[in-house]
């Protein structure tokens, strides 16, 4: 990881996140994103679950951005293995406060449509609360077989997912 203060500069730091749970296969580990809550952060990172070979998304937390993290839950947050797995978490805090995830299903890896998905996120950013809903999925061929790297902005009172 490097930080840099001016955008031309930087400084290399230690491994965000060095201790990897059980759970996950290492060197497959990738596609973080880390959300600010009131008690520090919470990163959001896919790796390789290796009883199933899929991907799925984890959540580990620290005190500083810069980490180090650490996955205290020892299980995958998102991991729909029917769906060929999920990558690509993304959070999004709303104008009132509400934390949501956005990830995609890994369909591509298996021949089943890929899917993006929504949740809210609990107040600490560690669990997922409500419905999981369905955004899109692929159904035009010009697509390919897949879509990914969902971002919810919110712009003038609308919401857009990229």
Known sequence: MIRSVSGVQGQQLDDGFPVLPAWVEPGYTWAPSVLAVEDGYVLYYTARHGASGRQCIGVAVADRPEGPFVDEV????????????????????DTDGTAYLYWKSDGNCCGITTELFGSRLSEDGERLEGPTVSLAHTSEGWEGPLIEGPSMVEADGRYVLF
Do not use: K, M, R, T
């Open 74 to 93: 020892g299980a995958p947050l998102i991991c729909p293995l029917s769906l060929g797995g999920a990558i690509d978490a993304s959070p999004f805090v």
